[in-house]
C-alpha cells in the first residue's frame, strides 16, 4: 500500500474476506491497518453474498471512526436489514 499512492491509485476499495469466514473486529481490523499504511482514501465494500457478513449499523459506526474511509458501498441480504 505505501506505493499505491506513487502508482497514481486513487483510491482502493476493501472488502472482508471470503475465502475464510469474517467476523465485523476482522474486517475493522483489515480497514484500520490499510488506512495506517497509505493516506490514500479507502472504501469499504460490503460483500454478504461470497461469505463476507453483513454490516450491521453498530459496525458502519465503528468503520466511521477509521481514518482515510471515506465512502462505504452498502447493501443486505433482506429488506429489515437495510432498513434497520
Given at each position: 500500500?505505501?506505493?499505491?499512492?506513487?502508482?497514481?491509485?486513487?483510491?482502493?476499495q476493501l472488502g472482508a474476506?471470503?475465502?475464510?469466514?469474517?467476523?465485523?473486529?476482522?474486517?475493522?481490523?483489515l480497514t484500520d491497518q490499510v488506512s495506517r499504511a497509505t493516506r490514500i482514501p479507502l472504501m469499504a465494500y460490503s460483500t454478504w453474498w461470497e461469505g463476507g457478513h453483513v454490516?450491521?449499523?453498530d459496525h458502519l459506526r465503528r468503520l466511521a471512526?477509521?481514518?482515510?474511509?471515506?465512502?462505504?458501498?452498502?447493501?443486505?441480504?433482506?429488506?429489515d436489514?437495510?432498513?434497520a
Open positions: 500500500m505505501k506505493y499505491a499512492g506513487d502508482a497514481g491509485v486513487d483510491g482502493v474476506t471470503y475465502y475464510y469466514p469474517a467476523t465485523e473486529d476482522d474486517f475493522l481490523r454490516m450491521t449499523p471512526e477509521i481514518e482515510h474511509l471515506e465512502a462505504v458501498k452498502w447493501s443486505a441480504p433482506t429488506h436489514q437495510f432498513t
